[in-house]
């Protein structure tokens, strides 16, 4: 755990990062996570297994250049927490395209749950769909283990008009939230253990995945917005893509709700395979008897 020292060093360094120009900050980023990928580690072995699980089919060439690169990308992302965090929003403006299918500025805007999917660009779509909807919004977070980073985080991921509640204390704040029509960002992508959730297939593995989405939806008579962080090429920045509303949705079946959106990511993630979350041990839970992957 980083000391008192060691976080304000390391806040400095990133404060520092967010002045200077974004493409050398990105290379940085690039070139450090192509250094660490060289290292054996628990993290690059996590992502290996997620790509053979899930894409078996690929050559083993294949599997590696697509390891690589999203090495590179996942290491990218945390030093470009920055610019997404220090970064000036003129700054973030020239940075980031938005294509939305939903008019962001819309007054009579439903109540609306924005479902964050857990491509490297999340953090910086996350921060400027806050700052493009030019209204309060609620936004979930995964708490982090230390606690100065966390106060830092939360303040950074709020400071263009976003309350922030953590993911575990969240049903009612977000249900208040909706009710009082402000829209409310969210991520639920990952495994966090069998609480509210359930085995649904993702590319054909059966994976904990949580029903709250669904559930949240329905209680709350709010549309679901899926949105995607693209990390484009050559340096360039990001791309907020906002999707439609997802029709016929929810469907009062828990299951069925939290398989659709597992079909999504099946869908999305060929498109830009290396951006995709496979750091994470998204297939840490097992069903019963079931041995672990990892």
């Known amino acids: 755990m980083l000391g008192r020292i060691g976080v304000a060093l390391a806040i400095a360094f990133l404060k520092f990062l967010a002045i200077i120009p974004y493409g050398i900050t990105a290379r940085f980023g690039d070139g450090l996570g192509w250094l660490l990928y060289q290292i054996p580690s628990r993290r690059k072995r996590i992502v290996h297994t997620n790509l053979k699980l899930c894409f078996p089919e690929w050559s083993d060439e294949k599997r590696e250049d697509i390891a690589q690169k999203h090495f590179r990308h996942a290491i990218r992302s945390y030093v470009e927490r920055s610019v997404q965090w220090f970064g000036s ?30 491509f490297v660009g999340i953090e910086a779509g996350s921060i400027f769909l ?33 309350d922030m ?3 575990a204390d969240s049903a009612r704040i977000v249900l208040r939230w909706l009710r009082d ?3 409310v960002m969210l991520g639920a992508d990952m495994d966090y253990g069998m609480r509210n959730s359930t085995f649904v297939p993702f590319f054909g593995i059966p994976t904990c995945t949580l029903t709250a989405v ?4 329905k209680t ?41 959106m597992n079909a999504f990511l099946e869908e999305q993630i060929p498109h830009m395979p290396e951006q995709y979350y496979w750091v994470h041990k998204r297939f840490k839970t097992r069903p019963p008897g079931e041995p672990g992957f990892y």
């Open 214 to 217: 669904g559930r949240l939806a």
């Open 220 to 260: 709350g008579r709010a549309q679901v917005v899926p949105f995607i962080g693209e990390v484009l090429p050559d340096y360039k920045g990001y791309r907020l893509k906002i999707f439609e509303p997802w029709d016929n949705y929810p469907t009062g079946d828990d299951e069925a709700d939290a398989r659709r």
């Open 89 to 118: 929003a003129k700054k973030l403006e020239k940075l980031i395209q938005v294509d939305s299918a939903v008019d962001l500025t819309d007054p009579d805007l439903p109540p609306t749950l924005f479902l964050g999917l857990h």
């Open 181 to 183: 029509r402000k829209p």
């Open 165 to 167: 509640a953590s993911r």
């Open 130 to 162: 806050n700052y493009s909807l030019h209204r309060r919004c609620g936004s979930l977070y995964q708490p982090f283990s230390n606690p100065q980073i966390e106060e830092l985080a939360k303040a950074q991921r709020a400071r263009f008009g976003a």
